[in-house]
């Protein structure tokens, strides 16, 4: 399988606390790659040095969209990465309560800067069918008209997946997308996580085991910063050191 990221040699340093060092990582394409491992283990600072909102004080960064010449992310400015085909979903939703689902939508097409903008902008009936296209696949269809801020916690955070499908992004980033979700809805991400992947490759950073068993491909353990494991998630949950230190059965 071809990769369509890979991380190399990322460091990264606040004021002389490493927060990550020596990270390398290739996510393949088509895949659900999870990020794993305890708090403060610098899961989320790894996507903000892809996503470039957070500088690596060294290693690189390369994205290969399909078909075109790979691009090197690092030292590239945030917008121009998700315009190359790489989104990313923040842990907090970050929908528009007052705004209806569809309009939401509209406010996430291609080249829309502000909300009075997009809620005047009379869409074309390609974009409509976009935008339908992309409400159906994380099953909010029947809720366009609806506001956003009725939407339940779990569809709050599946309107922000649609979103982000709508910039026909090559790679989806996720942070902890299952968070104060139930079981229900959970697994119910899980779906529609392994449907997006047929067109978009997905990282996931995650807590929940039993979510990251329903969807991962392939994770990743980090710890302290640093690469502990890799591989399926059976073969990084039945390592020892990722008991030791991630299921805190024994460890230091
Ligand atoms: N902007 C920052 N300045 C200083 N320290 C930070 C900053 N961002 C993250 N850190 C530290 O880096 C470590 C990794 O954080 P983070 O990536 O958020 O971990 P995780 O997402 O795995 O819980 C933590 O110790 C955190 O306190
Ligand atoms: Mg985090």
């Not at 004080?57 to 078909?67: C, R």
Request: proline letters at 2%; one cysteine or more.
């Amino acid at each position: 399988m071809a990769a369509v990221l890979k991380i190399e040699h990322i460091g990264v340093e606040f004021d002389g606390f490493h927060a990550l060092t020596d990270v390398s990582i290739s996510v393949e394409r088509n895949s659900i790659h999870c990020f794993i491992g305890p708090n403060g283990a610098g899961k989320t600072t790894l996507l903000d040095i892809i996503c470039a909102k957070t500088k690596p004080t060294g290693g690189i960064v390369t994205f290969y969209p399909l078909g075109k010449e790979a691009i090197t992310l690092t030292g590239m400015k945030e917008h121009r990465i998700v315009n190359a085909g790489v989104g990313r979903k923040f842990q907090v939703p970050s929908v528009f309560v007052n705004l209806s689902v569809y309009d939401n939508m509209v406010l996430s097409l291609k080249g829309h800067k502000g909300v009075l903008e997009s809620i005047f902008y009379r869409s074309t009936s390609a974009e409509r069918d976009a935008i339908d296209a992309a409400l159906t696949r994380v099953g909010l269809e029947t809720r366009k008209d609806d506001k956003a801020g009725t939407l339940a916690h779990g569809q709050k955070q599946w309107l922000e997946i649609a979103m982000q499908l709508l910039q026909g992004p090559e790679l989806i980033m996720l942070d902890e997308p299952a968070a104060g979700m139930g079981e229900a809805e959970t697994f119910k991400t899980g779906e529609i996580l392994a449907e997006v992947k047929s067109a978009c490759s997905v990282i996931v950073v995650e807590h929940d085991m039993a979510f990251v068993k329903q969807i991962a491909d392939r994770a990743t353990v980090l710890h302290e910063g640093k690469v502990l494991a890799e591989g399926s998630v059976d073969e990084v949950l039945s390592n020892e050191t990722v008991q030791a230190v991630y299921l805190g059965r024994g460890g230091e």
